[in-house]
């Protein structure tokens, strides 16, 4: 492992911009990083902080699961995701709106999630769970005078925190952590960390944008871990790049962390 590691760490190190690499063994403990407290442009990153206040607010009894609400012409942004398309009128639950988020990083529907909880309440949340550099202070395209200049940020140490309760069974509850990793599993964004590995072998949320681009997860290697990769201020044109390091370093960590795990005995 340890030559696996000072390659990763090499390769992000030397990558123009701002890199970070945030890993955890989560057998073992084991962890290391570079620049991991630095804070980024969180990009779509920052949807998993909305999650974690959406399945509080559900666990408290504040928020109904299947709470009603109408999607709207003035709602609708621009793309990732399929909201944005569908025709006015339209009802869906806070849950449908998650599903959306999490796992074709829908915008529009990240947008009504954020109108629905507050801003304020999100990052209390954050704050309440401890996640440094970690911010909300606008929602998606936020276009009002006096939120166009406002960034969201994340850490990869941070983000890092918040994946490991999700693993633990200790984001909200047991239930909710299962309900969350079950979404990201199914994220249907797949050209970074899983772009070599099988089929359900990471629980990952993506973001990108102009001279952006993250991905962080939790990996199920016999020894399972987290990896987190938050990167910023990239060379214009060399996203493509980042995310290939992305996936071949995964994968480089699943095989030292021994692989896929052994199937079990029906």
Not at 13 to 27: I, N
């Amino acid at each position: 492992m340890e030559a696996v590691k000072e390659a990763v760490l090499q390769k992000i190190r030397d990558f123009p911009g701002h890199t970070s690499v945030w890993f955890r063994d989560l057998t073992t403990g084991e962890t290391w990083d570079y620049n991991a407290e630095e804070p980024m442009c969180a990009a779509s990153v920052i949807k998993l902080t909305v999650m974690a206040e959406l399945f509080r607010r559900f666990e408290t009894g504040e928020l109904d699961r299947d709470l009603k609400l109408t999607v709207k012409d003035e709602d609708r942004v621009p793309i990732c995701g399929v909201l944005t398309l569908m025709h006015a009128g339209m009802e869906v639950t806070p849950v449908d709106l998650c599903w959306l988020m999490i796992t074709i990083s829908d915008n529009m529907a990240t947008n009504l999630l954020i109108d629905l909880l507050g801003i304020e309440s999100i990052q209390e949340n954050n704050r309440r769970l401890g996640l440094e550099g970690v911010s909300i202070s606008r929602k998606l395209f936020d276009r009002r005078p006096g939120y166009r200049e406002k960034m969201n940020f994340v850490s990869a140490a941070g983000i890092g925190k918040l994946l490991e309760m999700i693993w633990k069974g200790e984001l909200v509850s047991r239930q909710a952590s299962k309900e969350m990793m079950e979404m990201l599993l199914a994220q249907q964004c797949t050209n970074k960390m899983p772009l070599l590995l099988g089929e359900g072998a990471a629980a990952h949320k993506t973001g990108e944008d102009e001279g952006i681009t993250h991905d962080v997860g939790i990996v199920f290697a016999k020894r399972p871990f987290i990896v987190c990769f938050c990167n910023w201020k990239l060379e214009p044109g060399s996203e493509g790049r980042m995310n290939l390091l992305i996936g071949e370093s995964t994968k480089a960590l699943f095989d030292a962390q021994g692989g896929a795990p052994e199937e079990e005995e029906a």
